[in-house]
Structures are given as C-alpha cells and as structure tokens.
C-alpha cells in the first residue's frame, strides 16, 4: 500500500543530512526495514519564525502495515487526463486562436482527441521571438507583433513561471505532469510554490508545439486574427493577416485564447455585437530589493544557505475600501520591460530557475473596479490602462522605465539618481516622478501599502527602487460565456486570461483543457 505522510517540520540541516528514509521512519516510529520507495510528496519553506526558519515536507512510501492516522493517509491518485482522451471521429475545422497556455493545452487536447486543429499565433516562436525581445531590451526597438506579450507561450514565457494553485485534483496533475513531460523540472511536482523559470519555459512550451503538430495539428506563427465572419449567428470562418496579406480560414469552431493584451481582439468582438463586460483588475508598479535584503528579512541574519531565494506575500485594506497588494513575486529575478504597444510602457516581472540575480521584485497592485470608468462600455478598463502606459511613456520620451526611489516616492520627490538599488530592467530606467503616470488614487494606495508592507518587512518602505507601469495583472474585459465555455456565439469559445475567466499560467492552462473537453463532449453528442 502507497501512503503519504502528514506534514514533517525540519531544519534545513537536517533535510540536508538525513537520509528521506531515515526522516520518516523516525516520524512513524519504525524501523527503516519497514517503508520502501520513500520520496518527497510536497516541500514548502516556513518562514514565519524568523532565525528558525523550517522546511515542511510531506513523503510518499509504502508499507505493508497500516500507519496511524495522525501521520500518515493512503496516498491520493490523480490520473493525468491526456492518458485517457479517446480519438473522436470528425471533420470538424477547429482554429485556435492564441499560443499562450490556454491555447496551447487546448490544442493539445484536440489533437489528441484526433481533431487536428489549427492553432495560429500573432507572435513568432521561441528562437525569432528571442530576438525582438532582445532588440526591445538592448536597443529600445519595439516588433508590436513580437515581445513579451506576443509569441509562442504567451506573457508566461518571459516570467519567472510560477504554478500558483491550492488545489489539488486531476487538472492541476494534469498541467504540471504535461509540462514536466515536456522538459520542465520534475521538482515542479513536489515544490509547495513551485516554478518553470523562463529559461525552461521557452524549451517546454517549444515542446509542447512539436506535441501537437506530431498529433496531427498545425500552427501558423505570425498570424493575426483580425476579424470573425458570422453567418446565421454562428461563426464560420476568420479573417487573418500574415505575411503582410489577408487571408480568409473557414472554420467550424473558434476557440478564443488570445491572452488580455490582445486587445485589437476585443474591440473586433464588440464591432460584432460579441456579449462582453466589464470586470475588477488591478495596476500599479514593480518594486525591487536586493534579494539579501529580503533573504535576511525573511529567514534571518544568520540564514542557512542553501535555503532558497525568500518570497514574500503581503496585502492591505485601504482607507477608499480598496485592497493592495504584492503580486507575481520573483525572487532573486528582474524587472522587465513588456510593452506591445507602440508609445507604451508595460512593465513585469521574471525570473530564471535559479533565481540567483542580484534583486528580488513583486508587483505593487491597486484595485480598480468597473465604476471607476465613466460611461457604459466593456472596454473602457482597456483605456484607463493604455493612459497609464502610454503616461509612463511620456515621462521617458522613449522604451525605458520610469523609476522612483522608495523613498522619494514616499516623500513626494522626483528621484534624480537611484541610489541602494540599481534597476534592473533593460534598455535603461530613467529617474522620475511616478506620480505624474498614476492615477491619484493607484499612487496612494501604493503608499499607503508601502507603509503597511514595511512592518512586516525591514526596510521594505526605506530602500528599494518602483519602476512604473504594472497594468497588465489580470484582463479588465470578460467575454461572457456559457457553461459549455461558447460565447453569445454559439461556436465560438473564449478562454484563458483574455476571456476574462483565468489568471496566471495553471488556471490559464485548466480553462484550455476544459475548452476543449466542452468541444469533444459537443461534438461527440451532435
């Protein structure tokens, strides 16, 4: 029989020291002889006491006696559910639109299921994709079509790839199982806050397009959706440009996986009548620290080593009734610049695996909500964004970030140098006045948060660099949809982080994959 423990506290020492089979047969009170096949289940840093800082660990093993119950249960099973699609027989012409995470599992599950779709991708794939970056961040040189927003894998590609899910059930597994079987570190299953890092990121989403195209679907990079064409209130076909030519694809089915930064998309479906709301979102800056500085904060002045780069999650209530918090946290990462539009600044944050760079950096958020726009149209959260992005701009006259000091920003100073920290987003940051690209109440809820966040870690709200604009948390347009995932039209199917219903690489990743469950299932009863 297959068990899992219950949840061991250990000193980095000894997780270091002890053999797994020692740990837990000294947890059960058996002798080694015992258990068999021990392995890690899950491993989290607790960090609440600091100078005491613990792993948790739950293990896996096999016994031939029954455990106690207060230490051990029999081990749940998850089945991964690519294992188990069957082959559905149909001609259906089914395009997905997107080659994000949503649109990637999507496509995947179709083409497994023997419908070989058509997957088509506005951005380039991983190798060219790398280049626009590179000139965007090197030289300042913007392809609109081609950056951190747009290309194989989506904004997820260029971050630190964080799996951020508390559940635990088929879907989940099945996310992270697919991505380890396509090269990303095994240590993803068993991290209580596991991540990818960029620099395997970009190797397993590239395998996961060689996946689908060996199961029978294809993919078209730089190819833009610019139009839907609708016939008796369903969709049968789109209209879209590459090579610098339109050409019209009939279709059958559309998914909609085109990520919240697609938002010529948006504007196209409410030209059409397409059912769309507005939704919450939240913007606001990047802050840095050195990652000692937050390593020491968190763990403590004499620290353990080998402990990895320390996160941290922070969130207040503010006095207009507002939240703010930290988000998208990258530990020992970088800032980085992830404009699509041209006259923009977007900014985000990555990080490798090693999350070994000098800094640490989260997001600082405001919450915004539908009633902060005047008017009544669903895209108006999409203006309030792009006025910020392109305020940033203006304040820097090219592609590089505004940056204040903490405590400039804090003292209602324009910062003219930087001082304990150095910026780390590229081409260059350029000394400013944050406030003069915030909305007043972005820029107090921010400071208000600093002083709150600065209680729980030293310095927080003294040293550290904000680098300006972060609007790109979550999409401020939901495209409504139906339980069986189709919008107002009938055969056309939003999802992922464009369609207003995900957030983040596995809830984006789950959203595909019960796209194209929905499909199937349709088409397997029509």
């Not at 088929?170 to 620099?199: E, L, N, W």
């Not at 840095?288 to 390593?295: C, D, G, S, V, Y």
């Not at 695996?353 to 108006?380: K, Q, T």
């Not at 999802?495 to 990743?509: H, M, P, W």
Request: net charge positive; proline share 5%; aromatic share 8%.
């Amino acid at each position: 029989m297959i068990y899992k423990t219950r949840d061991i506290s250990l000193s980095p020492d000894a997780f270091r020291k002890q053999s797994q089979d020692a740990i837990v047969a000294e947890f059960l009170g058996v002798d080694a002889g015992a258990i068999s096949n021990v392995r890690i289940f899950k491993k989290s840093v607790d960090a609440r006491r600091k100078n005491n800082v613990k792993y948790v660990v739950s293990f896996v093993f096999e016994a031939g006696f029954i455990p106690p119950k207060n230490k051990a249960e029999p081990l749940p099973v998850f089945i991964d559910l690519f294992d188990e699609i069957q082959k559905t027989a149909s001609n259906e012409r089914i395009i997905v639109v997107g080659g994000g995470c949503a649109g990637l599992f999507c496509a995947w599950y179709l083409a497994k299921a023997g419908l070989k779709p058509l997957l088509i991708e506005r951005g380039k794939g991983i190798a060219e994709r790398q280049k626009d970056i590179d000139s965007l961040w090197r030289d300042g040189v913007l392809n609109p079509e081609s950056n951190v927003q747009f290309g194989l894998g989506g904004a997820g590609t260029f971050s630190d790839g964080k799996l951020t899910s508390t559940a635990h059930n088929k879907y989940v597994y099945t996310v992270f199982s697919r991505f380890v079987s396509c090269g990303a570190p095994p240590d993803i299953m068993t991290d209580g806050m596991p991540h990818i890092g960029t620099d395997n990121l970009k190797k397993t989403v590239t395998a996961m397009a060689v996946e689908i195209q060996k199961l029978g679907g294809n993919i078209m990079y730089g190819t833009k959706l610019t139009d839907i064409s609708v016939s008796g209130g369903r969709v049968n076909g789109v209209t879209v440009l590459s090579s610098g030519e339109e050409r019209r694809l009939s279709a059958d089915r559309v998914v909609l996986a085109t990520g919240h930064s697609a938002r010529d998309v948006f504007e196209m479906l409410f030209s059409k009548g397409v059912s769309l709301s507005r939704k919450p979102f939240s913007v606001g800056v990047r802050v840095e620290h050195k990652r000692e500085m937050i390593n020491r904060a968190r763990y403590g002045d004499n620290y353990d080593k080998s402990l990895p780069a320390a996160t941290y999650k922070m969130f207040t209530h503010l006095p207009d009734g507002r939240g703010a918090y930290t988000f998208c946290m990258c530990p020992g990462g970088r800032v980085v610049l992830g404009s699509s539009e041209s006259h923009s600044i977007v900014t985000n944050g990555m990080s490798y695996f090693a999350r070994d760079e000098e800094n640490s950096n989260s997001a600082i958020l405001v919450n915004v909500f539908p009633g902060d726009f005047d008017g009544d149209s669903p895209l108006a959260g999409i203006e309030f964004q792009r006025e910020m992005e392109r305020s940033a701009y203006r304040l820097t006259g090219c592609y590089g970030a505004p940056a204040q000091n903490v405590a400039d920003f804090l003292a209602g100073k324009e910062s003219t140098v930087f001082y304990d920290v150095k910026p780390s987003i590229m081409p260059r940051a350029v000394p400013s006045d944050l406030r003069r690209c915030l909305p007043l109440f972005v820029a107090e809820g921010i400071k208000t948060a600093l002083s709150v966040f600065g209680k729980y870690i030293k310095d927080f709200d003294k040293k550290g660099v904000l680098t300006g604009v972060e609007t790109r948390s979550s999409s401020p347009v939901k495209i409504n949809r139906e339980a069986d995932y189709s919008s107002s039209l009938p055969n056309l199917y939003p999802c992922g982080e464009g369609s207003g219903y995900a957030g983040g690489i596995v809830t984006s990743a789950i959203d595909g994959i019960k796209c194209a469950e929905n499909i199937v299932n349709i088409i397997k009863n029509a």
